[in-house]
């Protein structure tokens, strides 16, 4: 998300991070090319297990309360049920920066007003003990809900987004709802700590920031790449839709029927204080709740092979380890994972190819993956020869693909 401290920070950098952004969306038709998929036999998404959080109504989010109707709570209050918005998303964090706009007593008139209210923290991943203290305060503050909005910050930070994800779960509880909102394209992003975010202690709800506009592709387009990658982290996928830069009446509503289309799960919108009076009457609309006629989405999963590098390969591995086999996890597709695959499919009476496809996907993801504890501190080797627990996959190391949403630049 935007706001003042990405831009104080990355002030010497943001010329050459817009420069790169747009060299990597023009060229990404034929650098990235088309998805790689592992095959759905003509399968449908399925219907999702509704979870019964805030997360479930129609949200919109708060960036500056000031900013959202002069700040005037009855008139927020009255303009979210005139759109039928159930939940608001406010600010409440940025890094180790508490928020002084989200309060209990935000949380209560909000309340009293007959809406959820999800507390949200931008995060750097530098000082993560201070980022999970001033999380934690917004969650005694009241929040029903909580977001972390990790973006480029993060990209390579295992052991930060392990102590970030322990430490807010240790003062949150196991099962107080949190989704992490990140970037849409995983596959852009192979040193992004998805793994970590999503893997066991860590959010149970994803909200991917779609912004199709932003990104310059279509609001099909975004459905389909966003979905196909986000599927194998195996939480519900709540979409992250844009309202600022004008996207047009008629593209909020394609969003929302998309949106029903791709299992029903509520959208949510960036941003209140960026949306104007049509496209508050767009969101309200009852025509945008019916699915998109005729489509059905496919149910797919990313190809993983020899050669393969980044995140999902590090998701792999550590469910290759739950399944029973010996495989380090490095975040690279190599000789002895491919060994690992091909040993995990012939137990289950799988086709042998050593891929990690769709069928196979599936199979690995019915495991709790194993949690590797990149926070840990480095223990020294021991008299075996052991060599100190790494503090994050060789994949880490990895630069971004491509950035569909400029760094510091859009939600």
């Known amino acids: 998300m935007r706001h003042p401290r990405i831009q104080r920070r990355r002030r010497s950098l943001a010329l050459l991070g817009a420069l790169v952004a747009l060299a990597a969306l023009a060229a990404a038709p034929a650098s990235l090319g088309a998805p790689t998929t592992g095959g759905a036999g003509g399968e449908v998404e399925e219907a999702p297990v509704v979870s019964n959080t805030p997360f479930d109504r129609h949200g919109m989010w708060i960036w500056y309360l000031s900013r959202s109707e002069g700040g005037s709570v009855p008139t927020i209050i009255a303009r979210a049920k005139a759109a039928g918005i159930g939940t608001v998303y406010v600010k409440s964090g940025d890094g180790g920066d508490v928020w002084s706009q989200f309060n209990r007593q935000l949380v209560q008139r909000l309340h009293a007003g007959g809406l959820d209210v999800c507390a949200w923290q931008f995060v750097y991943g530098d000082r993560p003990a201070a980022e999970a203290q001033a999380a934690a305060i917004s969650v005694a503050r009241g929040a029903d809900c909580f977001v972390i909005d990790a973006e480029g910050d993060y990209e390579g ?37 998805y793994s970590v975010f999503f893997g066991p202690g860590g959010a149970s709800f994803s909200q991917p920031q779609m912004y199709w506009k932003t990104i310059s592709t279509s609001v099909r387009a975004v459905f389909e790449h966003t979905y196909l990658y986000n599927r194998i982290w195996g939480h519900p996928i709540y979409p992250l839709g844009q309202t600022y830069e004008a996207p047009g009446n008629g593209q909020l509503k394609l969003f929302r029927r998309f949106a ?19 496209e508050w009457a767009a969101l309200g609309a009852s025509s945008a709740l019916k699915p998109v006629t005729g489509y059905r989405p496919s149910f797919e999963h990313p190809l993983l092979k020899k050669g393969s590098k980044g995140d999902m390969v590090v998701w792999a591995q550590e469910h290759l380890i739950a399944a029973g086999q010996e495989v380090p ?43 590797v504890r990149w926070s840990a501190a480095r223990a020294r080797a021991s008299a075996s020869g052991r060599a100190a627990p790494a503090r994050r996959p060789l994949s880490a190391s990895l630069p971004a693909k491509g950035y569909e949403i400029s760094p510091g630049s859009a939600p």
């Open 157 to 193: 930070k295992y052991a930060a987004a392990d102590l970030y994800m322990s430490r807010l779960r240790a003062a949150a509880g196991e099962t107080y709802p949190i989704s992490l909102a990140g970037f849409p394209y995983v596959d852009y992003h192979p040193s992004y700590p």
């Open 260 to 278: 029903a289309s791709f299992g029903g799960l509520a959208p949510s919108w960036w941003d209140w204080q960026e949306t104007d009076n049509k």
């Open 329 to 371: 996890v490095t975040g690279i597709f190599g000789k002895v994972t491919r060994a690992a695959v091909r040993a995990f499919q012939e137990e289950k009476g799988m086709p042998v190819d050593g891929q990690i496809g769709t069928d196979t996907w599936r199979a690995l993801l019915a495991y709790v993956p194993y949690r």
